[in-house]
């Protein structure tokens, strides 16, 4: 097989989208599927825009009392004691609670799938007992008649608190003098290290290293070292967290709630409540957007203690300032990082220290903010050091990609200032350094078959990078990402009606279009049209285990369950028809037009055979259960154009272009809307989010009005390139697609910036302000 | 024979030593001829006979689900690593 280097590639438009969407093809490799590439309507889609699809804050129940959390005005104080007697006494409280109300936690480590937590951070978290740790934090919870009557009740909470110095920023507070946040928290060293044994805010701290790093840099022709700081950002999903609770006098309880993760929620409410986890049954709402919020519990252990003590179902919600305030945003981070090179523009070694934010416990995502910094690149010899820092903010949670997005701002800045330097172009740069299969990280892992090098080739058959930009303040900048995805547990049962249609069950809660991915994949494998499918996101007691809605890992993994069910039914139709013709199983095809044929020409269609399950054995049924592991990882590559005014420093973006190997696209335009929303979340990470603390830890601007999110107007139409290099891990090829594009974007702003204004920003966001700073100092 | 990447935070136990090949044909086996090898690396990595929370081991590039009960083929690549949650 020919070299990549050697193999023919075009860009063309990706047929039924729009003129912005379009696919890199590999000359004499065309799509051989029915219904995979396709792009049919959404199996919700009616639901959603008539505006019938049921949220968390659409449940009404017999009897529904309305809670209201009291939240800590301090960033940092001892809880020297609690009295709720006014409040309980309050006529129309039902309920008043406090951690008291909670079963103790110990320090144990729960596995959540694709992370850990510690169960008695957790419960600290969602009550604080000893000590509160953010503005914000949950003090103590009441149900009432009414959400007035409870805000009015728990106006009367009272609670004095020993107010104590607030440490905000990761250098500050990995200082031997800072105030520490958690006494019980001691440096772990990872991975497969041991644990240091005196109190400290530096939970954890990650040590990779690969080759002869110092003897690298000694001989490289060039180094660049440079550092970089980015703000505590929001994942700024539109629909706040909301959870209703029914404690049953049978000790069941129901959960409705938006989540990301039914068996997620179910898990932790039955841990820190003590009770079995089949006592618990999770009801998932549709959900108003999640990106990685909305996997933790806040609210749902809380609603259940209210139930559990007034008898009564409770619904608690979150407004925006309340989200803010004490809900996982993504963690501000300090980094310093240096790359050297060999005259012909070869890296030659990189190391890096990262200090990421934790919040108010344990848990930043800087594991993987070290696994992917060096990640898009071959490079030989490495040293990489990160540090998971507990500040005086909300636990920070993830948010697409999470760590990556912080890393690339580093990396691809850096990888800009050498290009320069050296007088190499950036995507030729690019393409003679990208990992390939076979290529080894600093961490040691060794990648399959990726496509890193077909983004950037694709970048420079491309129309905007080959079109001219056209006016002054105007720059070009490109960028690239790594994002590993996952696999995980999925399960999926179909049913077989007897139209000739069929039922599809999952426990996947659909975030992003996965309703359609999932049925599509059953649909290709079964030859039958995907609206012929009727998916339904099922609660935890009507389907088996599965894994968070996530780590971009539904349409490959439930998509891998929704095959092996497809299969499944394909078996069992084949025995069907066997008994039809009095013949064996195995005489009886199965082929792609969905239609069974027997050894003497006999033939029957899929819909004429489901209407004869009854006389030939009952009900069809189809199972797939996947913990799935071949994943492969999606790297991306972003153009960003934009103008900058010199006046005001405010930067426009006026084109971009997300270029992204999605191994193959399921449904093209959700795949292209997941890279169009990622990069619209970048966009605004890069030149507009921020949390705004004061110096007391309180945060100032914990509402959309003052935390300003991307709208249409920050916005040009976002074009898409989709790259499909095959993931030998799954069927038809699936990579995961949702993380990735939120990682090239600040730094490809930022670059686009260096090139119109001769600027270098290295701390977002590149807000005006900001901006305008640098250009004054670079015109002194 | 399977070759295991050994962490940097662990090269205390195996006198630097970066990649180690082991008989093994499981993970848990693996780990257990590690430790004869390099006594107090089974302490670092296990907890009640299991994967400690939050480590995940990989073989051939792709992060196991069955901990220590993964087989390993004679040319199988073996890493430790921490969990990695997605959003």
């Given at each position: ?47 959603k ?7 968390g ?26 009295d ?40 600290q ?7 509160v ?6 003090v ?9 009557v ?51 805010n ?21 180094v ?12 700024g ?14 000790g ?98 990189g ?59 580093a ?8 290009c ?23 961490d ?71 309703r ?46 929704a095959?092996?069910?497809a ?28 239609t ?17 399950l ?28 934009v ?37 619209a ?18 945060l ?9 999110i ?71 | ?49 299991e ?37």
């Open positions: 097989m020919a070299s990549v280097e050697e193999r023919q590639f075009r860009v063309e438009p990706f047929p039924g989208g729009t003129p912005g969407n379009q696919r890199l093809v590999e000359e004499g490799r065309l799509p051989e599927y029915a219904v995979v590439g396709t792009r049919p309507i959404r199996h919700d889609g009616t639901d825009v008539t505006g019938r699809a049921r949220y804050a659409d449940i009404k129940l017999s009897g529904l009392l309305q809670g209201y959390v009291l939240r800590s005005p301090h960033a940092h104080a001892r809880i020297v004691s609690i709720t007697s006014k409040a309980a006494a309050v006529p129309g409280v039902h309920a008043v609670c406090t951690n008291a109300d909670l079963p103790s936690a110990s320090h144990r480590a729960g596995d959540l799938g694709e992370g850990v937590v510690d169960w008695y951070h957790l419960n978290n969602v009550l604080a007992n000893d000590k740790l953010y503005t914000g934090h949950a103590a919870a009441v149900a009432a008649d009414s959400v007035h409870a805000e009015e009740a728990a106006k009367l909470i009272e609670v004095e608190y020993e107010v104590l110095p607030p440490v905000l920023d990761v250098r500050e507070a990995r200082s031997a003098d800072a105030p520490v946040l958690n006494d019980d928290v001691r440096t772990d060293r990872q991975p497969v290290g041991e644990q240091g044994d005196t109190p400290t530096v939970a954890k701290h990650f040590h990779y290293e690969k080759g002869d790093v110092d003897t690298a840099f000694a001989a490289a022709e060039l660049v070292e440079r550092e970089f700081t980015t703000e505590t950002v929001h994942q999903y539109i629909e706040p967290h909301t959870a209703t609770a029914l404690w049953s006098p049978d069941k309880i129901t959960i409705w709630t938006s989540t990301q993760g039914s068996f997620m929620i179910r898990m932790q409410v039955a841990e820190l409540l003590n009770v079995p986890s089949s006592k618990v049954k999770v009801v998932p709402m549709e959900i108003g957007g999640g990106f990685g919020g909305k996997i933790a519990v806040y609210l749902q252990p809380v609603a259940a203690v209210l139930s559990r003590m007034s008898g009564r179902p409770v619904k608690l919600n979150m407004d925006r300032s309340n989200v803010f305030d004490a809900t996982g945003p993504t963690p501000g981070s300090y980094m310093k990082v240096k790359i050297g090179v060999d005259a012909d523009g070869m890296i030659t070694a190391e890096a220290e990262l200090l990421f934010e934790a919040g108010a416990f344990p848990g930043s995502p800087i594991n993987p903010g070290c696994m992917c910094v060096f990640a898009c690149y071959d490079v030989p010899n490495g040293r990489i050091d990160g540090y998971d820092i507990c500040v005086n903010k909300p636990r920070s949670n993830a948010y697409r990609a999470p760590g990556s997005t912080h890393v690339a701002l990396t691809e800045t850096i990888v800009d200032e050498i320069e330097a050296q007088g190499i172009c950036p995507v030729e740069f690019r393409l003679k350094n990208a990992v390939k299969e076979g290529d080894e990280r600093v040691g892992v060794t990648y399959p078959p990726v496509g890193m090098w077909e983004t950037i080739k694709a970048v420079e058959l491309s129309d905007h990078w080959q079109s001219p930009l056209e006016g002054p303040h105007q720059g070009r900048g490109i960028a690239s990402g790594f994002w590993f995805n996952f696999g995980g547990n999925s399960v999926v049962a179909a049913t077989v009606n007897e139209d000739g249609t069929v039922s599809l069950i999952e426990g996947s809660t659909d975030i992003g279009g996965t359609a991915s999932i049925s599509m994949q059953l649909a290709e494998i079964l030859g039958i049209a995907a609206e012929d499918v009727t998916p339904t996101v099922v609660d935890t007691d009507s389907i088996g285990y599965t894994d968070v809605t996530g780590g971009s890992r539904t349409t490959h993994a439930t998509g891998l369950a095959i092996k069910a299969e499944d039914i394909q078996a069992q139709l084949r025995q069907r028809a066997a008994i039809l013709w009095d013949v064996d199983a195995e005489q009886v095809e199965y082929d792609s037009g969905a069974l044929t027997g050894p003497d020409g006999q033939s029957i269609g899929f819909q004429e055979i489901a209407g004869k009854n006389q030939t054995g009952g009900p069809v049924v189809g199972r797939g259960s996947v913990n799935a592991d071949k994943h492969g990882g999606a790297f991306g590559t972003h153009i960003a154009d103008e900058v005014d010199p006046d005001t420093g405010k930067v426009q973006v006026i084109r971009y272009t997300v270029v992204q190997d999605v191994g193959t696209a399921i449904h093209p335009s959700y795949v292209e809307g997941q890279m169009q929303g990622g990069a979340q970048g966009i605004g990470w890069a030149i507009n989010e921020e949390y705004y603390y004061g110096d007391d830890g309180r100032h601007n914990a509402s959309f009005l003052d935390y300003r991307p709208t249409c107007y920050d916005l040009p139409d976002i074009e898409t390139i989709i790259v499909e290099v095959p993931n030998p891990g799954h069927p038809f090829g699936v990579r995961g697609v949702g993380e990735v594009p939120i990682v090239p974007p600040p730094a490809a702003i930022a670059n686009a910036i260096y090139q119109a204004t001769g600027a270098r920003l290295r701390s977002l966001p590149m807000s005006p302000p900001k901006v305008l700073h640098e250009l004054l100092a670079a015109d002194q | 024979m399977p070759r295991v990447h050994i962490p940097a935070p662990a090269r205390d136990l195996t006198g630097g030593e970066v990649d180690v090949e082991v008989e093994a044909s499981s993970v848990r086996r693996l780990i257990g001829a590690l430790d004869s090898r390099f006594p107090g690396f089974a302490d670092r990595v296990l907890e009640e006979g994967l400690k929370p939050g480590l995940r081991v990989a073989i051939d590039g792709h992060i196991s689900p069955m901990g220590v009960l993964a087989r390993l083929e004679t040319d199988s690549q073996v890493h430790f690593l921490a969990a990695i949650g997605g959003g």
